[in-house]
C-alpha cells in the first residue's frame, strides 16, 4: 500500500517498457536468488511458504520527484488487493 514501496517500482518498470512476465520474475524467484532463499522463496509449490500477494494493474496514478526536480507521472500503476504471509491475510485493501 501507500505511494512507495513495491508497487511503486513495479509501476515505474512497466512504465519504462519492462514486460510483466520479467517484472513478476524480478520480485519473486530472482529476489529470492539474491537473498539466496531459492529454495524456500519465490515460486508457489507445495512445502514452500504461502506468501502471496494479490496485485491489481488499474487507474492509480502515481508521481514521484526525481533528481533535480524532475517529476515523473503516470495514470495507471499496480495497486496491492490482498496480502497472505504465512497463510494469514495481513494487509486488504
Not at 514486460?19 to 524456500?40: C, H, I, P
Amino acid at each position: 500500500g501507500g505511494k512507495y514501496g513495491m508497487c511503486l517500482c513495479m509501476s515505474i518498470l512497466r512504465d519504462a517498457g519492462v514486460d510483466e512476465k520479467s517484472l513478476f520474475k524480478m520480485v519473486t524467484s530472482n529476489a529470492a536468488l539474491a537473498v539466496g532463499k531459492q529454495n524456500e522463496w519465490g515460486k508457489i509449490e507445495v512445502g514452500r511458504r504461502a506468501d502471496i500477494a494479490v496485485l491489481d494493474y488499474t487507474d492509480a496514478p502515481y508521481a514521484f520527484l526525481q533528481n533535480e526536480n524532475n517529476t515523473t507521472s503516470a495514470k495507471h500503476g499496480y495497486v496491492c488487493k490482498i496480502t497472505v504471509c504465512n497463510g494469514r491475510v495481513v494487509y486488504r485493501r
